[in-house]
C-alpha cells in the first residue's frame, strides 16, 4: 500500500520564510533618498511619444515631467518645485 504524501503534513514542522527586507533609505541610490515615486498610466502613444521627445532632446522623461510639473504649478499660481 502506497504512503499518502498529505497525511502528515498537520503534524509536520511548518517552514519559516525569510522575513522580507525592509528597503531602507540606504539602499535607494543617492538621488532617489527622501523622494517619493509619482506613477501615472497613459495610452502606448503618450509613452511612446515621450519617450521619443527624451530622445530628440537628449534628456530624461524624469526630466521632461518634472519640467511638465513645474509649468502646471506656475499656470496655477504655484511655486514651482524645479526638480529636473
Known amino acids: 500500500m502506497r504512503k499518502?504524501?498529505?497525511?502528515?503534513?498537520a503534524e509536520r514542522e511548518p517552514k519559516t520564510a525569510a522575513p522580507p527586507v525592509a528597503e531602507t533609505?540606504?539602499?535607494?541610490p543617492k538621488h532617489r533618498?527622501?523622494?517619493k515615486a509619482l506613477i501615472a498610466y497613459f495610452s502606448p502613444g503618450v509613452s511612446k511619444?515621450?519617450?521619443?521627445m527624451a530622445l530628440d532632446e537628449?534628456?530624461?522623461?524624469?526630466?521632461l515631467l518634472g519640467e511638465a510639473i513645474d509649468l502646471l504649478m506656475r499656470d496655477r499660481g504655484k511655486h514651482p518645485f524645479s526638480e529636473r
Open 4 to 9: 499518502n504524501a498529505f497525511a502528515n503534513v
Open 25 to 28: 533609505p540606504q539602499s535607494y
Open 33 to 35: 533618498q527622501g523622494k
Open 49 to 52: 511619444a515621450l519617450r521619443q
Open 58 to 63: 537628449d534628456t530624461t522623461m524624469q526630466s
